[in-house]
């Protein structure tokens, strides 16, 4: 069963919040699926959560080597950036399956992916407000543990 939590941020502090807060109910297997346009606030998110579970001081955003790997406590977490995928057959190349089964992956523009998208990924919807962001994220009853 699917269940859906929204958050309203004000501040880039407010939405790295929420990186932590997803970062708390992750788990070895788990996809969050990160939509929004430029600037949105997708990697701030990100990196929140890597730093939040990985003793991770510089976490830059893989716009260019596409994946960025950091080795945590129970489970390594990858977090790409599709962005510049020409087709959805590329996240192979970049160890995309594996990185699903043994770790929890932080993906940006996951549209690229198409059809290969897992159909169990978080999905984390962030859109702009007149005075901030929208965060929705969609995913396992997991979610009702967070505020």
């Excluded at 807060?21 to 997708?42: E, H, P």
């Excluded at 959560?49 to 596409?66: H, M, N």
């Excluded at 190349?93 to 549209?111: D, K, Q, R, S, Y």
Aim: hydrophobic share 35%; charged share 30%; glycine share 8%.
């Amino acid at each position: 069963m699917s269940e859906s939590k929204t958050w309203f941020c004000r501040t880039e502090e407010d939405t790295a919040e929420i990186g932590r807060k997803l970062a708390s109910i992750a788990r070895r297997g788990d996809c969050f699926a990160l939509y929004g346009t430029l600037g949105m606030g997708k990697s701030v998110l990100c990196r929140a959560f890597i730093r939040s579970l990985a003793d991770a001081g510089e976490v830059p955003s893989p716009t260019f080597t596409l994946v960025q790997s950091y080795p945590a406590e129970e489970f390594e977490i990858y977090h790409f950036d599709l962005y510049r995928l020409k087709s959805p057959e590329e996240i192979f190349e970049l160890g995309m399956e594996e990185a699903l089964c043994e770790g929890v992956c932080l993906i940006e523009w996951p549209e690229k992916m198409g059809a290969y998208l897992p159909r169990r990924a978080f999905r984390v919807d962030i859109s702009a407000e007149k005075d901030g962001r929208r965060i929705t994220v969609t995913g396992p009853e997991r979610l009702n543990a967070l505020e």
